[in-house]
């Protein structure tokens, strides 16, 4: 199939709803500064995103999808102070007919708008069945061919956790918060942690870890040595607007030579 043709644009059903994105900071812990945000769906007035998600249909999927992006990175060129800041942009893999034709929408507004695709990375989540492994792979292979950073979200939660690793390996894993959770005082979730980051280290891969809420979280795992981290513990997503990170990382007491527990 050419890069010009797509079944989605021809028989995806146009959305009847409207939406928005709040922006969540990811911050990088070693250089204490943000690296970029992710962008998260709302409702038009700041709803969460069940409400927005519970309205897409199958037949709406594509068009959904297609539609995040190009107001994710509308409103990230508007409110971004710095051209190096990444944007973070949740995909579905299952709603990717052919990768380069499904990106035509993706490129025209990173065009539009003077985004540099450098900067954008697009997360997938482990959590969605993946039907096609080689299909998968071919997006990832077409993403990082035009110069996209690519991230396994929801890493440790979903259906497939390592095995996945074996086929590709994406730029980025976002370890689940429920592996996060209680870290400091887990001894199952530090040796668990312990190999991902093992594994990762290995095979090239940066590690970020979601759903920080406490500083005992956060020191635990700076101190382990992931790179990247996201959470309430810094700031809550702002609807449309860029929150104000409000504990910067190289605040914490946990120095890089304080490990809280040990990589295999």
Request: charged share 20%; net charge negative; proline share 5%.
């Amino acid at each position: 199939m050419s890069a010009t043709a797509c079944p989605g644009c021809q028989t995806s059903k146009p959305l009847d709803f409207n939406f928005s994105m709040a922006f969540q900071p990811i911050v990088d812990a070693k250089a204490g500064r943000v690296w970029g945000y992710e962008a998260l769906v709302r409702g038009e007035a700041g709803e969460g995103a069940y409400s927005v998600l519970n309205r897409v249909s199958d037949e709406q999927k594509y068009r959904f999808d297609q539609a995040c992006r190009v107001k994710a990175i509308d409103l990230a060129a508007r409110l971004f102070p710095d051209p190096n800041l990444h944007l973070s942009i949740n995909f579905l893999p299952n709603a990717v007919y052919e990768p380069a034709a499904c990106l035509r929408a993706t490129l025209a507004a990173a065009r539009k708008s003077q985004f540099p695709l450098g900067s954008i990375m697009f997360e997938f989540t482990e959590a969605e069945e993946m039907t096609d492994v080689a299909h998968l792979q071919r997006i990832i292979a077409e993403y990082r061919r035009m110069g996209f950073i690519t991230a396994l979200d929801d890493f440790g939660a979903g259906y497939a956790g390592l095995g996945l690793l074996a086929d590709f390996q994406p730029d980025l894993i976002k370890i689940d918060m429920k592996l996060v959770r209680n870290v400091d005082g887990s001894h199952s979730r530090q040796v668990i942690l312990s190999a991902i980051l093992y594994v990762a280290r290995e095979l090239g891969i940066t590690v970020l870890a979601e759903g920080i809420e406490t500083e005992a979280e956060f020191g635990a795992l700076k101190a382990a040595g992931v790179a990247l981290f996201q959470g309430y513990y810094f700031a809550k997503p702002a609807f449309e607007a860029l929150p104000t990170v409000h504990v910067w990382p190289n605040g914490s007491p946990a120095d890089d030579g304080d490990a809280a527990f040990a990589i295999a």
